[in-house]
Protein backbone atom coordinates (compact mmCIF):
# COMPACT_ATOMS: atom_id res chain seq x y z
CA UNK A 1 0.00 0.00 0.00
CA UNK A 2 1.10 3.23 -0.79
CA UNK A 3 2.35 5.78 1.79
CA UNK A 4 0.69 9.15 1.75
CA UNK A 5 2.37 11.79 2.82
CA UNK A 6 1.31 15.63 2.61
CA UNK A 7 4.51 17.34 4.77
CA UNK A 8 5.87 18.46 1.13
CA UNK A 9 2.98 20.61 0.78
CA UNK A 10 4.42 23.95 3.47
CA UNK A 11 3.81 27.39 3.24
CA UNK A 12 7.32 27.15 1.16
CA UNK A 13 6.48 25.36 -1.73
CA UNK A 14 2.77 26.85 -1.81
CA UNK A 15 3.69 30.44 -2.27
CA UNK A 16 6.77 29.35 -4.55
CA UNK A 17 4.47 27.59 -6.90
CA UNK A 18 0.80 27.70 -6.20
CA UNK A 19 -0.50 31.11 -5.32
CA UNK A 20 0.44 32.64 -8.21
CA UNK A 21 -1.81 30.49 -10.21
CA UNK A 22 -4.24 30.29 -7.64
CA UNK A 23 -4.44 34.14 -7.39
CA UNK A 24 -4.70 34.30 -11.64
CA UNK A 25 -7.25 31.40 -11.45
CA UNK A 26 -9.62 33.12 -9.44
CA UNK A 27 -9.00 36.23 -11.57
CA UNK A 28 -9.88 34.56 -15.09
CA UNK A 29 -12.66 33.68 -13.20
CA UNK A 30 -14.03 37.16 -12.43
CA UNK A 31 -13.35 38.59 -15.01
CA UNK A 32 -14.62 35.87 -17.62
CA UNK A 33 -18.03 36.24 -15.76
CA UNK A 34 -18.46 39.68 -15.77
CA UNK A 35 -17.32 40.32 -19.00
CA UNK A 36 -19.41 37.39 -20.23
CA UNK A 37 -22.51 37.81 -18.99
CA UNK A 38 -22.23 41.71 -20.00
CA UNK A 39 -21.43 40.61 -23.94
CA UNK A 40 -23.69 37.47 -23.07
CA UNK A 41 -27.04 39.95 -22.01
CA UNK A 42 -26.03 42.13 -25.32
CA UNK A 43 -26.52 38.79 -27.38
CA UNK A 44 -29.45 37.63 -25.45
CA UNK A 45 -30.72 41.12 -26.39
CA UNK A 46 -30.19 41.03 -29.92
CA UNK A 47 -31.55 37.38 -30.49
CA UNK A 48 -34.70 38.75 -28.85
CA UNK A 49 -35.19 41.97 -30.94
CA UNK A 50 -36.77 40.56 -33.57
CA UNK A 51 -34.93 42.62 -36.22
CA UNK A 52 -33.40 39.51 -38.61
CA UNK A 53 -29.85 41.26 -39.02
CA UNK A 54 -29.71 41.05 -35.20
CA UNK A 55 -30.92 37.85 -34.64
CA UNK A 56 -28.74 35.86 -37.18
CA UNK A 57 -25.38 37.29 -36.43
CA UNK A 58 -26.17 36.64 -32.80
CA UNK A 59 -27.52 33.15 -32.93
CA UNK A 60 -24.55 32.34 -35.25
CA UNK A 61 -22.14 33.26 -32.69
CA UNK A 62 -23.58 31.09 -29.91
CA UNK A 63 -24.58 28.02 -31.84
CA UNK A 64 -21.09 28.08 -33.03
CA UNK A 65 -19.45 28.69 -29.85
CA UNK A 66 -21.51 25.79 -28.10
CA UNK A 67 -20.54 23.38 -30.71
CA UNK A 68 -16.88 23.66 -30.37
CA UNK A 69 -14.93 22.21 -27.60
CA UNK A 70 -13.47 24.93 -25.16
CA UNK A 71 -9.72 23.48 -25.68
CA UNK A 72 -9.99 24.18 -29.40
CA UNK A 73 -11.71 27.35 -29.02
CA UNK A 74 -8.76 28.39 -26.41
CA UNK A 75 -5.96 26.98 -29.24
CA UNK A 76 -8.08 29.07 -31.69
CA UNK A 77 -7.78 31.94 -29.58
CA UNK A 78 -4.09 31.85 -28.82
CA UNK A 79 -3.48 31.10 -32.38
CA UNK A 80 -5.10 33.76 -33.91
CA UNK A 81 -4.17 36.84 -31.59
CA UNK A 82 -0.78 38.56 -33.19
CA UNK A 83 1.98 39.26 -30.88
CA UNK A 84 1.61 42.47 -31.93
CA UNK A 85 -2.49 42.67 -30.05
CA UNK A 86 -0.49 42.11 -26.72
CA UNK A 87 2.35 44.49 -27.03
CA UNK A 88 0.24 47.37 -28.32
CA UNK A 89 -2.04 46.64 -24.59
CA UNK A 90 0.80 45.98 -22.46
CA UNK A 91 3.99 46.01 -23.83
CA UNK A 92 6.86 43.53 -22.81
CA UNK A 93 4.19 42.54 -19.60
CA UNK A 94 2.41 41.67 -21.46
CA UNK A 95 4.12 39.62 -24.13
CA UNK A 96 5.35 37.85 -21.26
CA UNK A 97 2.17 36.49 -20.38
CA UNK A 98 0.88 35.85 -23.71
CA UNK A 99 -0.77 32.60 -23.01
CA UNK A 100 -2.46 34.31 -19.53
CA UNK A 101 -4.33 37.03 -21.33
CA UNK A 102 -4.67 34.81 -24.61
CA UNK A 103 -7.09 32.90 -21.71
CA UNK A 104 -8.96 35.94 -20.34
CA UNK A 105 -9.83 37.09 -23.91
CA UNK A 106 -10.89 33.54 -24.37
CA UNK A 107 -13.07 32.68 -21.69
CA UNK A 108 -14.23 35.90 -22.06
CA UNK A 109 -15.84 35.24 -25.17
CA UNK A 110 -16.62 32.03 -25.02
CA UNK A 111 -18.74 31.94 -21.48
CA UNK A 112 -20.50 35.28 -23.07
CA UNK A 113 -22.54 32.33 -25.24
CA UNK A 114 -23.14 30.89 -22.19
CA UNK A 115 -24.49 32.96 -20.65
CA UNK A 116 -26.43 34.49 -23.18
CA UNK A 117 -28.29 31.61 -23.31
CA UNK A 118 -28.83 31.80 -19.68
CA UNK A 119 -30.23 35.51 -19.82
CA UNK A 120 -32.24 34.60 -22.84
CA UNK A 121 -34.25 32.32 -20.54
CA UNK A 122 -34.30 35.12 -17.78
CA UNK A 123 -35.61 37.39 -20.71
CA UNK A 124 -38.66 35.19 -21.54
CA UNK A 125 -39.06 34.33 -18.03
CA UNK A 126 -40.94 37.86 -17.62
CA UNK A 127 -44.02 38.33 -18.44
CA UNK A 128 -44.74 39.71 -21.80
CA UNK A 129 -47.52 42.30 -19.95
CA UNK A 130 -45.45 43.64 -17.73
CA UNK A 131 -43.69 45.31 -21.12
CA UNK A 132 -46.94 46.02 -22.49
CA UNK A 133 -47.50 48.16 -19.49
CA UNK A 134 -44.24 50.05 -19.42
CA UNK A 135 -44.82 50.72 -23.45
CA UNK A 136 -48.16 52.01 -21.69
CA UNK A 137 -46.97 54.43 -19.48
CA UNK A 138 -44.79 55.90 -22.16
CA UNK A 139 -41.26 54.13 -21.43
CA UNK A 140 -39.13 53.49 -24.81
CA UNK A 141 -37.57 49.95 -25.47
CA UNK A 142 -34.19 50.66 -23.74
CA UNK A 143 -36.23 51.92 -20.78
CA UNK A 144 -38.55 48.96 -20.70
CA UNK A 145 -35.58 46.64 -20.46
CA UNK A 146 -33.65 48.60 -18.16
CA UNK A 147 -36.17 49.35 -15.45
CA UNK A 148 -38.44 46.38 -15.81
CA UNK A 149 -36.88 43.56 -17.84
CA UNK A 150 -33.35 43.11 -17.05
CA UNK A 151 -33.50 43.74 -13.16
CA UNK A 152 -35.90 40.54 -12.75
CA UNK A 153 -34.46 38.54 -15.46
CA UNK A 154 -30.96 38.57 -13.71
CA UNK A 155 -32.40 38.10 -10.49
CA UNK A 156 -34.60 34.81 -11.57
CA UNK A 157 -31.36 33.59 -13.06
CA UNK A 158 -28.91 34.28 -10.48
CA UNK A 159 -28.57 30.94 -9.44
CA UNK A 160 -28.19 29.83 -12.69
CA UNK A 161 -26.06 32.27 -13.76
CA UNK A 162 -23.52 31.64 -10.78
CA UNK A 163 -23.72 27.33 -10.72
CA UNK A 164 -22.55 28.37 -14.62
CA UNK A 165 -19.55 30.53 -12.97
CA UNK A 166 -18.26 27.65 -10.61
CA UNK A 167 -18.45 25.23 -13.91
CA UNK A 168 -16.57 28.16 -15.41
CA UNK A 169 -13.57 27.94 -12.59
CA UNK A 170 -13.48 23.97 -13.36
CA UNK A 171 -13.02 24.86 -17.02
CA UNK A 172 -10.33 27.73 -16.29
CA UNK A 173 -8.01 24.39 -15.73
CA UNK A 174 -8.16 23.72 -19.40
CA UNK A 175 -5.67 26.97 -20.10
CA UNK A 176 -3.09 23.53 -19.61
CA UNK A 177 -3.34 23.45 -23.41
CA UNK A 178 -1.57 26.87 -24.10
CA UNK A 179 0.25 25.95 -20.85
CA UNK A 180 -1.04 29.35 -19.20
CA UNK A 181 -0.31 29.58 -15.15
CA UNK A 182 -3.23 28.73 -13.40
CA UNK A 183 -3.74 26.76 -10.16
CA UNK A 184 -3.93 23.30 -11.61
CA UNK A 185 -0.31 24.86 -13.79
CA UNK A 186 1.20 25.37 -10.36
CA UNK A 187 0.20 21.73 -8.88
CA UNK A 188 1.30 20.25 -11.64
CA UNK A 189 4.99 22.01 -11.20
CA UNK A 190 4.90 20.69 -7.77
CA UNK A 191 3.97 17.01 -8.63
CA UNK A 192 6.77 17.36 -11.30
CA UNK A 193 9.57 19.52 -9.17
CA UNK A 194 9.15 18.09 -6.09
CA UNK A 195 8.34 14.18 -8.15
CA UNK A 196 5.66 13.89 -5.99
CA UNK A 197 2.35 13.37 -8.10
CA UNK A 198 0.40 11.64 -5.68
CA UNK A 199 -0.23 13.59 -3.17
CA UNK A 200 -0.13 16.66 -5.78
CA UNK A 201 -2.99 15.76 -7.98
CA UNK A 202 -4.36 14.60 -4.61
CA UNK A 203 -4.37 18.35 -3.43
CA UNK A 204 -5.20 19.66 -6.81
CA UNK A 205 -8.89 17.62 -6.43
CA UNK A 206 -9.03 18.83 -2.67
CA UNK A 207 -8.70 22.27 -4.13
CA UNK A 208 -11.11 22.30 -6.40
CA UNK A 209 -13.66 19.99 -4.44
CA UNK A 210 -13.57 22.38 -1.50
CA UNK A 211 -14.06 25.65 -3.43
CA UNK A 212 -16.53 23.84 -6.13
CA UNK A 213 -18.83 22.35 -3.11
CA UNK A 214 -18.85 25.14 -0.79
CA UNK A 215 -19.66 27.82 -3.97
CA UNK A 216 -22.68 25.25 -4.56
CA UNK A 217 -23.88 25.19 -1.15
CA UNK A 218 -23.90 29.05 -1.26
CA UNK A 219 -25.84 28.97 -4.35
CA UNK A 220 -28.43 26.20 -3.10
CA UNK A 221 -29.10 28.77 -0.34
CA UNK A 222 -29.44 31.32 -2.47
CA UNK A 223 -31.97 29.36 -4.68
CA UNK A 224 -34.26 29.21 -1.40
CA UNK A 225 -34.17 32.90 -0.50
CA UNK A 226 -35.05 33.93 -4.08
CA UNK A 227 -37.79 31.12 -4.43
CA UNK A 228 -39.51 32.72 -1.39
CA UNK A 229 -38.95 36.52 -2.90
CA UNK A 230 -40.89 35.06 -5.73
CA UNK B 1 3.48 30.56 -37.69
CA UNK B 2 1.76 28.89 -40.81
CA UNK B 3 -0.63 31.98 -41.63
CA UNK B 4 -1.83 30.52 -45.13
CA UNK B 5 -3.68 27.63 -45.90
CA UNK B 6 -2.22 24.51 -47.03
CA UNK B 7 -4.94 22.15 -47.61
CA UNK B 8 -2.30 19.84 -49.59
CA UNK B 9 -0.65 19.20 -46.54
CA UNK B 10 -3.21 16.53 -45.82
CA UNK B 11 -1.57 14.17 -48.76
CA UNK B 12 1.51 14.42 -46.90
CA UNK B 13 3.53 11.38 -45.71
CA UNK B 14 3.97 12.05 -41.93
CA UNK B 15 7.36 9.58 -41.89
CA UNK B 16 5.39 7.33 -40.86
CA UNK B 17 3.73 5.43 -44.19
CA UNK B 18 0.24 7.27 -43.64
CA UNK B 19 -0.53 10.80 -44.49
CA UNK B 20 -2.30 13.77 -42.29
CA UNK B 21 -5.54 12.66 -43.46
CA UNK B 22 -5.23 9.35 -42.48
CA UNK B 23 -3.74 10.41 -39.25
CA UNK B 24 -6.82 12.52 -38.42
CA UNK B 25 -9.18 10.17 -39.60
CA UNK B 26 -7.60 7.65 -36.84
CA UNK B 27 -7.62 10.74 -34.21
CA UNK B 28 -11.47 11.20 -35.40
CA UNK B 29 -12.05 7.14 -34.87
CA UNK B 30 -9.80 7.41 -31.13
CA UNK B 31 -12.34 10.79 -30.16
CA UNK B 32 -15.36 8.80 -30.99
CA UNK B 33 -14.33 5.59 -29.45
CA UNK B 34 -13.76 7.80 -26.17
CA UNK B 35 -16.64 9.34 -26.53
CA UNK B 36 -18.68 5.98 -26.86
CA UNK B 37 -17.43 4.02 -24.57
CA UNK B 38 -17.12 6.81 -22.55
CA UNK B 39 -20.83 7.81 -22.46
CA UNK B 40 -22.09 3.76 -21.96
CA UNK B 41 -20.28 4.18 -18.72
CA UNK B 42 -21.81 7.02 -18.13
CA UNK B 43 -25.64 5.91 -19.00
CA UNK B 44 -24.91 3.17 -16.59
CA UNK B 45 -23.38 4.65 -13.65
CA UNK B 46 -25.33 7.68 -13.91
CA UNK B 47 -28.74 6.10 -13.88
CA UNK B 48 -27.97 3.86 -11.14
CA UNK B 49 -26.82 6.70 -9.27
CA UNK B 50 -29.90 8.54 -9.85
CA UNK B 51 -32.27 5.71 -8.80
CA UNK B 52 -30.17 5.53 -5.49
CA UNK B 53 -31.16 9.26 -5.24
CA UNK B 54 -34.53 8.92 -5.26
CA UNK B 55 -35.08 5.85 -2.90
CA UNK B 56 -36.40 5.47 0.14
CA UNK B 57 -33.31 4.59 1.99
CA UNK B 58 -31.31 7.27 3.50
CA UNK B 59 -28.38 5.57 3.55
CA UNK B 60 -28.76 4.92 -0.37
CA UNK B 61 -29.68 8.80 -1.31
CA UNK B 62 -26.37 9.44 0.57
CA UNK B 63 -24.45 7.30 -1.40
CA UNK B 64 -25.82 8.66 -4.60
CA UNK B 65 -25.55 12.55 -3.51
CA UNK B 66 -22.17 12.08 -2.58
CA UNK B 67 -20.68 10.26 -5.67
CA UNK B 68 -22.58 13.22 -7.61
CA UNK B 69 -21.16 16.19 -5.89
CA UNK B 70 -17.74 14.42 -6.05
CA UNK B 71 -17.40 13.96 -9.48
CA UNK B 72 -19.41 17.36 -10.40
CA UNK B 73 -17.09 19.45 -8.06
CA UNK B 74 -13.74 18.55 -9.70
CA UNK B 75 -12.14 19.84 -13.02
CA UNK B 76 -12.20 16.60 -15.84
CA UNK B 77 -8.62 17.55 -16.07
CA UNK B 78 -7.58 17.00 -12.62
CA UNK B 79 -10.14 14.01 -12.50
CA UNK B 80 -8.24 12.22 -15.84
CA UNK B 81 -4.77 12.94 -13.86
CA UNK B 82 -5.90 11.14 -10.69
CA UNK B 83 -6.80 8.20 -12.90
CA UNK B 84 -3.72 8.18 -14.91
CA UNK B 85 -0.99 9.04 -12.32
CA UNK B 86 -2.61 8.26 -8.87
CA UNK B 87 -5.12 5.64 -9.17
CA UNK B 88 -2.28 3.39 -10.91
CA UNK B 89 0.03 4.24 -8.16
CA UNK B 90 -2.47 3.50 -5.22
CA UNK B 91 -3.76 -0.04 -6.69
CA UNK B 92 -0.89 -1.32 -8.21
CA UNK B 93 -2.95 -4.11 -10.39
CA UNK B 94 -3.89 -1.42 -12.41
CA UNK B 95 -0.68 -0.21 -13.69
CA UNK B 96 -1.28 -3.09 -16.94
CA UNK B 97 -4.66 -1.37 -17.75
CA UNK B 98 -4.17 0.52 -21.08
CA UNK B 99 -4.66 4.13 -21.32
CA UNK B 100 -7.67 4.28 -23.20
CA UNK B 101 -9.73 2.57 -20.77
CA UNK B 102 -8.79 4.90 -17.60
CA UNK B 103 -9.81 7.91 -20.10
CA UNK B 104 -13.11 6.26 -20.70
CA UNK B 105 -14.03 5.88 -16.92
CA UNK B 106 -12.30 8.93 -15.89
CA UNK B 107 -15.07 10.69 -19.00
CA UNK B 108 -17.59 8.32 -18.18
CA UNK B 109 -17.15 8.58 -14.49
CA UNK B 110 -17.40 12.33 -14.74
CA UNK B 111 -20.41 12.58 -16.98
CA UNK B 112 -22.07 9.90 -14.61
CA UNK B 113 -22.89 12.88 -12.03
CA UNK B 114 -24.51 14.80 -15.18
CA UNK B 115 -26.61 12.13 -15.85
CA UNK B 116 -27.06 10.97 -12.61
CA UNK B 117 -28.75 14.07 -11.79
CA UNK B 118 -30.86 14.17 -15.07
CA UNK B 119 -32.26 10.77 -14.34
CA UNK B 120 -33.25 11.81 -10.48
CA UNK B 121 -34.94 14.65 -11.94
CA UNK B 122 -36.55 12.56 -14.67
CA UNK B 123 -38.37 10.18 -11.43
CA UNK B 124 -38.89 13.08 -9.47
CA UNK B 125 -41.17 14.36 -12.68
CA UNK B 126 -43.51 11.87 -12.18
CA UNK B 127 -46.60 12.16 -10.10
CA UNK B 128 -46.02 10.32 -6.70
CA UNK B 129 -49.29 8.34 -7.16
CA UNK B 130 -47.18 6.08 -9.23
CA UNK B 131 -45.13 4.84 -7.22
CA UNK B 132 -47.52 4.00 -4.34
CA UNK B 133 -49.90 2.64 -6.99
CA UNK B 134 -46.96 0.27 -7.99
CA UNK B 135 -46.58 -0.65 -4.61
CA UNK B 136 -50.04 -1.09 -3.26
CA UNK B 137 -50.47 -3.38 -6.21
CA UNK B 138 -48.05 -5.67 -4.85
CA UNK B 139 -45.21 -5.03 -6.37
CA UNK B 140 -41.55 -5.10 -4.59
CA UNK B 141 -39.56 -1.65 -5.09
CA UNK B 142 -37.13 -2.62 -7.60
CA UNK B 143 -40.67 -4.15 -9.83
CA UNK B 144 -42.33 -0.60 -9.51
CA UNK B 145 -38.71 0.89 -10.73
CA UNK B 146 -38.45 -1.48 -13.42
CA UNK B 147 -42.06 -1.48 -14.45
CA UNK B 148 -43.57 1.83 -13.33
CA UNK B 149 -41.58 4.43 -12.98
CA UNK B 150 -38.50 3.97 -15.06
CA UNK B 151 -40.11 3.21 -18.54
CA UNK B 152 -41.24 6.70 -17.95
CA UNK B 153 -38.76 8.39 -16.40
CA UNK B 154 -36.06 7.40 -19.41
CA UNK B 155 -38.37 8.95 -22.04
CA UNK B 156 -38.32 12.11 -20.22
CA UNK B 157 -34.43 12.22 -20.07
CA UNK B 158 -33.68 11.54 -23.72
CA UNK B 159 -33.59 15.13 -24.29
CA UNK B 160 -31.12 16.03 -21.66
CA UNK B 161 -29.54 13.02 -22.41
CA UNK B 162 -28.90 13.79 -25.88
CA UNK B 163 -26.80 17.07 -25.06
CA UNK B 164 -25.04 15.34 -23.21
CA UNK B 165 -24.16 13.23 -25.49
CA UNK B 166 -23.26 15.85 -27.53
CA UNK B 167 -21.34 17.61 -24.29
CA UNK B 168 -19.13 14.20 -23.94
CA UNK B 169 -17.73 14.54 -27.60
CA UNK B 170 -16.31 17.85 -26.44
CA UNK B 171 -15.69 17.48 -23.20
CA UNK B 172 -13.13 14.04 -25.21
CA UNK B 173 -10.98 16.56 -26.26
CA UNK B 174 -9.58 17.24 -22.45
CA UNK B 175 -8.13 13.67 -22.56
CA UNK B 176 -5.24 14.52 -25.02
CA UNK B 177 -3.71 15.64 -21.52
CA UNK B 178 -3.46 11.97 -20.85
CA UNK B 179 -1.98 10.94 -24.53
CA UNK B 180 -4.92 9.68 -26.06
CA UNK B 181 -4.35 10.60 -29.69
CA UNK B 182 -7.57 11.96 -30.47
CA UNK B 183 -8.54 15.28 -32.42
CA UNK B 184 -6.82 17.72 -30.18
CA UNK B 185 -3.64 15.69 -29.60
CA UNK B 186 -3.49 15.33 -33.13
CA UNK B 187 -3.82 18.96 -33.98
CA UNK B 188 -1.45 20.06 -31.27
CA UNK B 189 1.10 17.13 -32.91
CA UNK B 190 0.66 17.64 -36.79
CA UNK B 191 0.58 21.78 -36.49
CA UNK B 192 3.95 21.52 -34.31
CA UNK B 193 5.51 18.97 -37.48
CA UNK B 194 3.84 20.96 -40.32
CA UNK B 195 3.65 24.91 -38.75
CA UNK B 196 0.33 25.15 -40.59
CA UNK B 197 -1.98 25.37 -37.52
CA UNK B 198 -4.70 27.71 -39.16
CA UNK B 199 -5.56 25.05 -41.83
CA UNK B 200 -4.92 22.04 -39.32
CA UNK B 201 -7.44 23.84 -36.32
CA UNK B 202 -10.00 24.65 -39.23
CA UNK B 203 -10.04 20.80 -40.24
CA UNK B 204 -10.53 19.22 -36.57
CA UNK B 205 -13.70 21.87 -35.93
CA UNK B 206 -15.03 21.23 -38.63
CA UNK B 207 -14.91 17.27 -37.89
CA UNK B 208 -16.19 17.83 -34.07
CA UNK B 209 -19.21 20.35 -35.65
CA UNK B 210 -20.38 16.89 -37.58
CA UNK B 211 -19.59 14.84 -35.07
CA UNK B 212 -21.64 16.86 -32.66
CA UNK B 213 -24.68 17.34 -35.24
CA UNK B 214 -24.45 13.33 -36.02
CA UNK B 215 -24.95 12.87 -32.24
CA UNK B 216 -28.07 14.82 -32.51
CA UNK B 217 -29.35 13.47 -35.13
CA UNK B 218 -29.12 9.78 -34.26
CA UNK B 219 -30.91 10.95 -30.68
CA UNK B 220 -33.68 12.60 -32.41
CA UNK B 221 -34.28 8.96 -34.08
CA UNK B 222 -34.14 7.39 -31.02
CA UNK B 223 -36.45 10.43 -29.05
CA UNK B 224 -39.02 9.28 -31.82
CA UNK B 225 -38.67 5.34 -31.82
CA UNK B 226 -39.30 5.68 -27.71
CA UNK B 227 -42.62 8.07 -27.65
CA UNK B 228 -45.48 6.42 -26.13
CA UNK B 229 -48.55 7.66 -28.04
CA UNK B 230 -50.70 10.27 -26.98
CA UNK B 231 -47.38 11.47 -24.75
CA UNK B 232 -45.72 14.82 -25.44
CA UNK B 233 -42.48 13.70 -23.52
CA UNK B 234 -39.65 16.35 -24.05
CA UNK B 235 -42.28 19.12 -24.51
CA UNK B 236 -42.54 18.08 -28.57
CA UNK B 237 -43.01 20.18 -32.08
Not at chain 2, 79 to 92: A, D, G, K, R
Request: proline content about 4%.
Amino acid sequence: MLHLDFGFLNWNVISTYVAKGFIYSVQLTIVAMVGGIVIGTLLALMRLSGKKWLVMPAAVYVNTLRSIPLVMVILWFFLLIPAGFYSAIGGQFALAHRAELSAVITFTFFEAAYYSEIMRAGIQSVPKGQVYAGYAVGMTYKQCMQLIVLPQAFRNMLPVLLTQTIILFQDTSLVYAIGAYDLFHGMDLVAKNLSRPVESYLAAAVVYFVICFSLSMLVRRLQKKIQIIR
Amino acid sequence: MGSTWDWELFLQDTGGGRTYLDWMMSAWGWTMLVSVLALVVALVVGSLVGILRTTPSKTLVFIGDAWTELFRNVPLLVQLFIWYHVIPQMVPSLQAVPGLVLAVFGLGFFTSARIAEQVRAGIMALPKGQRYAGLAMGLTLPQTYRYVLLPMAFRIVIPPITSESMNIIKNSSVTFAVQISELIFFALQSSEETARPNTIYLAVTVLYFISAFAVNRVMAVVEKRVQVPGMMVGGGK
